[in-house]
C-alpha cells in the first residue's frame, strides 16, 4: 500500500508485538531499524525511536528520533506524506519513505523503518 495506508499496514502487521506501543487516539513509538540511503551519505543503519502521528492535522507524520547516526541537522527526521512518498513493504513488514532535497541529502533519498521490538525510549 501506499501513503497513509502504508502506515495503517504497519500498524496491523506489527500490533501486539513486544515493544510496539499503540498509544492514546491510534499513534505509534517504537524501536526501529532504520536504513536511510541517500545521495549524499550513501547507506546508513542505526536504531531509533520512531513516533507516528495519527489524527488532526499531522496524522501520518513521522518523527524518527535523534540518535548517535542520525541527527535533524544533516537528515530528514520528521517526514509528512505530504512530501515524502510513504509505501509498505510485505515481505519484511516495513515502511519505506522517498523522497528529494537537493541542500541536505544531495538529491534522492530512502528511509526503511522496520520495527525491530527494542525498547523505544524519546531519550
Do not use: C
Amino acid at each position: 500500500m501506499k501513503g497513509l495506508m502504508a502506515v495503517t499496514e504497519l500498524r496491523e502487521a506489527w500490533d501486539g508485538a513486544s515493544n510496539f506501543k499503540v498509544q492514546g487516539a491510534g499513534h505509534l513509538f517504537f524501536s526501529a531499524n532504520v536504513i536511510y540511503q541517500s545521495a549524499r551519505r550513501g547507506q546508513e543503519h542505526s536504531v531509533n525511536a520512531v513516533h507516528i502521528i495519527r489524527n488532526g492535522n499531522k496524522d501520518g507524520t513521522v518523527n524518527i528520533m535523534e540518535g548517535d547516526e542520525l541527527s535533524a541537522e544533516t537528515h530528514h527526521l520528521e517526514l509528512s506524506h505530504r512530501f515524502q512518498s510513504y509505501a509498505f513493504d510485505p515481505a519484511d513488514n516495513s515502511l519505506i519513505i522517498e523522497g528529494d532535497s537537493k541542500e541536505k541529502m544531495g538529491g534522492s533519498y530512502s528511509i526503511k523503518i522496520v520495527p525491530n521490538g527494542l525498547p523505544a525510549s524519546w531519550t
